[in-house]
């Protein structure tokens, strides 16, 4: 029984250490439900998540873990365009992790902070109404780092967030002529009879 016990901490202490864990999301939203078979891709992907407070975030997802030219390409531009004035350790910040949930004026301060430091900071949102919709500058530079590359438009809304929030991320998506996008739902069990249901019972 010794060796075997030595082994399965072995294999416990291996698994332990060598599994990555998903990072944590900057904020909890309940999606709605829907009776969707389809998985979403959330390789090179623009993800746009609201909150039910009406807060918007947006995260550029790259297909490999270690390609960060298209982030860092990203916020070269943004950085160029708003006249930030980041650093080079601010910018590599936003490649280790790129969801943004502040306005340009909150972009610094926001990634001067340590990245395991700021799911502790409470960001406001980025502006999506009709007089200032900043999500439409991060979805236009995103177009451009992503030259090449079939990218999936996904949103995340919290199910009881406000309608004014959904509007006015669609407006953003449809400034940069983007009008295909997936919603990111909570899925469930297909009603009884219908085809899917039929479906989904035939691959039993």
């Known amino acids: 029984m010794t060796p075997f016990v030595d082994v399965a901490f072995l294999i416990l202490s291996f698994f332990m250490l060598a599994t990555k864990f998903k990072p944590p999301e900057p904020v909890t939203i309940t999606t709605p439900h829907s009776v969707s078979s389809d998985k979403l891709k ?63 004026s909150g972009v610094k301060q926001l990634l001067s902070v340590p990245r395991e430091q700021r799911g502790s900071i409470r960001q406001p949102g980025i502006p999506v109404d009709s007089t200032n919709n900043e999500l439409t500058v991060w979805i236009n530079n995103a177009i451009y780092a992503f030259q090449g590359h079939q990218v999936n438009y996904m949103i995340k809304g919290d199910n009881n967030a406000k309608y004014p929030s959904f509007k006015g991320v669609i407006e953003a998506l449809r400034a940069n002529e983007q009008f295909k996008y997936q919603l990111i739902t909570d899925p469930e069990g297909a009603p009884y009879g219908t085809e899917l249901y039929n479906m989904r019972q035939k691959r039993r």
């Open 42 to 104: 959330e390789q090179d992907a623009v993800l746009i998540e609201f909150d039910s407070t009406g807060k918007v975030y947006f995260t550029m997802n790259t297909k490999k873990a270690s390609d960060k030219d298209l982030k860092r390409d990203l916020i070269d531009r943004i950085n160029t365009a708003k006249n930030l004035g980041l650093t080079e350790a601010e910018k590599a910040n936003f490649v280790l992790n790129t969801t943004i949930g502040v306005p340009f």
